[in-house]
């Protein structure tokens, strides 16, 4: 395990919400931030061009066409210029614990049978790579880099209920606060 010594955490908040019905900003980013900030030098918004500015320091994507969270993790790598914790709002169980392990472990979690890259040390090594897709209008981010994973029942092992669910409708939410 390697602990980083300045690690920012950058939360991605530009999605539309589309399937939540309503902002999952507004509803989960105090708790994000609430878990993220013993954790990370510091905590950042990253939101779409022409969004709103959050109530923590906030940046935004530069203007493109396209569509996807590619962007936002492109935008916050420009940022750090070196390693980032992205995090999705998506995540309104995690707790600082996980955040901790997983900014020191560096691997991308699998939860649910399914990579959590937006829960996950990025390097900016990355950015070219995420660049020339962005120009490729490939914005598919799993395909974008091979990473580790640290494997679900380890990490079902060390946490109890769903700290990494994500969630991005109303059923799931209630799901959410019911197993968790």
């Not at 908040?13 to 013993?38: C, Q, W």
């Not at 918004?45 to 940046?59: D, K």
Request: glycine fraction near 8%.
């Amino acid at each position: 395990m390697v602990t980083y010594a300045f690690v920012n955490a950058y939360v991605l908040v530009g999605g539309h919400s589309r399937r939540m019905g309503t902002s999952k900003s507004a509803l989960f980013l105090d708790r994000i931030v609430e878990a993220a900030r013993p954790v990370f030098d510091e905590v950042v918004a990253v939101q779409r061009f022409g969004g709103e500015a959050m109530p923590i320091a906030t940046i935004f994507e530069e203007p493109h066409d396209g569509d996807g969270v590619i962007f936002g993790v492109a935008r916050a790598l420009e940022h750090a210029r070196s390693r980032a914790f992205i995090l999705a709002v998506d995540y309104p169980l995690i707790t600082s614990d996980v955040l901790a392990f997983l900014r020191d472990d560096g691997r991308v979690p699998l939860w649910d049978g399914e990579p959590q890259l937006l829960c996950a040390v990025w390097d900016a090594a990355s950015l070219p790579r995420l660049r020339e897709r962005i120009a490729r209008r490939r914005y598919d981010l799993r395909s974008a880099v091979e990473r580790d994973m640290i494997g679900e029942a380890a990490l079902r092992a060390r946490f109890r209920g769903e700290p990494l669910r994500n969630v991005n409708t109303v059923e799931e939410w209630k799901a959410a606060q019911d197993d968790g």
